[in-house]
């Protein structure tokens, strides 16, 4: 039995069995149940606006989100050095997809196809201008994307797949650095299929290594082609990302 209920039968019955106090109204066993039940009953009136608050705090993150997205869209927009993408680079027609591009343009009988992607391209560049004037060197951001180059005879395509080179500082024994290598080479007929044979750049003998070096750069994919390429990536990337922090900040503006 419950401890209150006890104690409330035993003081009634000390007033009842008492001639120096006043009759009192009998209190039933329903309503001492009644009286036990209302002291046991757990505080409903604590607060329970803890989700309310919740709400608050996104609300709050939300705003302060928005808020340093307009200040970083400007300031990106600033350092934006291009503010429109060319349709054509050295005779390749550029064509945007997303985050794909594709180039292409055609020689004789031959057609010649670059294909990239933005996504996760951009690094910090590795020798950095330094200012005297600034606290800190200013750190360009470029991007450098795996590229695939194919060029295409009748049905029968041969395909090369290059990536940047990230530079060590250090010139070769004549001088000359590349600024890309082959990564993998193939050559297959009609569309690709993962059952084709290729072969990893970096287990070709060196003279064939070097001819096939040649043999891009003398169908225009030398040095200074991806150092434009890589121009262009840049740019599409940077304006991709602008336009990424605009669609985040609509977003948490509803």
């Not at 009192?24 to 309310?52: D, E, G, Y």
């Not at 605009?246 to 503006?253: C, G, L, V």
């Amino acid at each position: 039995m419950n401890k209150l209920f006890k104690s409330t039968l035993g003081l009634v019955s000390r007033n009842l069995s008492s001639s120096a106090v006043l009759p009192m109204r009998p209190i039933s066993s329903k309503s001492l149940l009644q009286m036990s039940i209302a002291s046991n009953k757990v505080n409903t009136n604590v607060c329970q606006c803890r989700f309310a608050h919740g709400k608050g705090k996104i609300a709050v993150a939300e705003k302060e989100l928005f808020d340093f997205l307009s200040e970083e869209i400007q300031a990106e927009k600033k350092i934006q050095k291009s503010k429109t993408i060319p349709s054509e680079i050295d005779g390749f027609q550029v064509k945007l997809n997303g985050p794909e591009v594709a180039m292409e343009k055609t020689v004789g009988s031959e057609k010649i196809e670059i294909h990239f992607n933005v996504n996760h391209s951009v690094d910090a560049d590795a020798e950095p201008q330094i200012d005297p004037s600034m606290d800190e060197p200013e750190i360009e951001m470029k991007s450098k994307p795996t590229f695939e180059v194919n060029f295409l005879k009748g049905k029968t395509t041969l395909g090369f797949t290059c990536s940047f080179i990230q530079p060590d500082g250090e010139s070769s024994e004549d001088g000359y650095n590349d600024l890309f290598s082959i990564d993998e080479v193939t050559i297959f007929d009609g569309e690709w299929k993962d059952s084709h044979y290729a072969v990893s750049g970096e287990v070709l003998d060196g003279p064939l290594y070097d001819l096939l070096m040649n043999y891009l750069e003398e169908k225009g994919i030398s040095n200074e082609f991806v150092d434009k390429l890589s121009k262009l990536s840049t740019g599409y990337e940077h304006a991709s990302y602008i336009n990424l922090l605009s669609e985040i900040q609509k977003f948490t503006s509803h």
